[in-house]
């Protein structure tokens, strides 16, 4: 009976099989296909859900329209492939859960790496770094770490910048001077008036102030790492593969560093560091 069963089922599969390529070819869970590319590319459409809660890269402007950084990638991206763009509003707490239904195609707002979400969305490469920098007056000795011993660094209380001077205290035996302040915006403007000799702070408070005509650059490598990536569906490979080619083409272009000077506003010093805006 249990030979009888599996005949049975193995006879059904090439049915389909069968079936499938008669009537145009195998189906796309046998093959490997992307159904939700081939979706976008018939409708000529890429819908993208973001939540217009976190300026400049999620916002909403005067005429209530979406608008942003992620706003304008999500364009240039879909100017690449010839489609045009649905953005669609969705709570962040929800927009994990809206690409894993399929409710939009991509998650571009601001969304940071998480390798515990990666058996469910496929994370591009990022297209953002928003971590953790060790931030200097333009005219300053400092360019690493190691040159912060017995200087002044302001952190925000309780913030990974903080964490991050303690550790290098504990681990690294450097004789800084933690100085907290109550706001990123406080420690930014001691910084930036020498009230102290660096500052630790995350990448976005820094172009913030870096377009606001802030004389401060970044120095040395990411203190700690925090990536903005765009999410897509597990199984729409083909639109992953095409997300991370027109995301290294826009680098080279120089468009994901316009965007980055028209939404934060172009540093009035550039910031001594390589890669990502």
Do not use: C
């Not at 999500?74 to 399929?102: C, H, N, Y």
């Not at 800084?176 to 302040?181: A, I």
């Amino acid at each position: 009976m249990r030979r009888r069963m599996w005949g049975l089922a193995v006879l059904l599969l090439l049915g389909m099989v069968v079936g499938g390529l008669l009537l145009g070819g195998p189906p796309a869970w046998l093959t490997g296909g992307d159904p939700t590319w081939a979706r976008m590319v018939d409708d000529a459409k890429l819908r993208v859900g973001i939540d217009p809660s976190f300026p400049p890269f999620d916002q909403l402007d005067d005429a209530g329209a979406p608008a942003g950084f992620d706003v304008d990638l999500a364009q240039a991206l879909a100017a690449r492939w010839g489609m045009r763009v649905e953005i669609v509003p969705i709570s962040f707490d929800s927009l994990l859960d809206a690409v894993k239904a399929t409710r939009v195609d991509a998650v571009i707002s601001a969304m940071p790496y998480d390798e515990r979400q990666t058996r469910d969305v496929t994370y591009s490469q990022p297209y953002f770094e928003a971590g953790i920098r060790l931030v200097v007056r333009a005219d300053s000795p400092i360019r690493d770490t190691a040159g912060l011993a017995g200087r002044r660094v302001a952190v925000e209380w309780g913030s990974a910048g903080d964490m991050i001077a303690r550790r290098l205290q504990r681990s690294d035996e450097i004789a800084l001077e933690p100085v907290l302040y109550d706001t990123p915006q406080d420690a930014l403007t001691a910084a930036a008036s020498g009230d102290v000799d660096a500052l630790l702070i995350d990448q976005v408070s820094l172009r913030l102030a870096q377009g606001a005509g802030a004389p401060l650059v970044a120095v040395g490598p990411v203190l700690e790492s925090n990536p903005y990536v765009i999410l897509t569906p597990r199984k729409a490979p083909q639109l992953a593969a095409a997300v991370n080619e027109a995301l290294i083409a826009l680098s080279d272009d120089g468009t994901l560093a316009a965007l980055a000077d028209r939404w934060f506003g172009s540093a009035a010093t550039p910031a001594a560091e390589e890669g990502l805006p």
